[in-house]
Each structure stands twice: as C-alpha cells, then as structure tokens.
C-alpha cells in the first residue's frame, strides 16, 4: 500500500525537526560544524527519509521496517542533541526545545509501528478466516 508521506503526522515531525536541527548548527565553528554538525543533521535527514521511503514501498512490511530505521535515526539524533547540550556546543535551550522534538518523534514513530503490526495482524486474520470459507 504506497501512502503520502505529506499525511503522516510523523513525517511532518521529522520534517520540522530536521529542518530546525540545520538552522541550530549552521553557527556552529567550522570544526564542529564539519564533524558533529554534519553527524547530528545526517541523523536529523535520515528520519523523515525513511519516512518517505517506507512510504513508497507497496508492501506493509517494507513501511514497517522503514519506520524501525526512522525510529532509530531519531534515538540517534536524540542522543547527539543531549551531547551537544553537555558539551556546551549548542545554546541549552536550543537544544532542550530539540531534544523534546526529536524524543517526541521517536515516541511518535514507536506508537505508529505499533498501531501498523495491529493493522497487520488484523488484516492477517481477516485474510485467513476469508480462505477457510
């Protein structure tokens, strides 16, 4: 089943968090801009990616495991924004209002997979119980 990404309220989550992630880190000094900076928007793009990309995959299966990638893209980013904010890297209540983005994704994505294996086993069931007739 291909689905719009645009109707995902997870993928308009990512999406938001991706995009405030690279306004953070473009004032970031050169360094840290070109090793951390780079890590943390790389794992702040690859959400709402995967996102797009499970999305595009006709098998329920394909969305599911996309959105395991994108769950964990997220944790990721979590981590690195919790970083940013001990080592000082990034202004605290930045990375505060981030970490609460990117921790809400992830809480967002992990209830969306949930709710799509009940879809699946429901749909599992019917499809069994309609070839026994």
Do not use: W
Not at 30 to 58: D, M, N, S, T, V
Not at 75 to 87: I, M
Not at 116 to 131: L, W
């Amino acid at each position: 089943m291909i689905r719009e990404p645009e109707s995902l309220k997870v993928y308009a989550l990512a999406d938001s968090l991706a995009l405030e992630i690279h306004r953070a880190t473009t004032n970031l000094p050169e360094l840290e801009r070109l090793i951390f900076g780079a890590q943390l928007r790389g794992a702040a793009l690859a959400a709402p990616l995967h996102i797009r990309a499970g999305c595009a995959k006709p098998a329920a299966e394909g969305f599911l495991m996309e959105l395991e990638e994108a769950a964990s893209a997220a944790a990721q980013c979590h981590y690195l924004l919790t970083l940013a904010r001990r080592v000082e890297m990034l202004p605290p209540a930045d990375c505060a209002a981030l970490e609460e983005q990117a921790l809400h994704l992830v809480r967002s994505l992990l209830m969306l997979m949930k709710a799509e294996r009940v879809r699946q086993r429901t749909r599992s069931t019917k499809t069994a119980q309609m070839q026994s007739v």
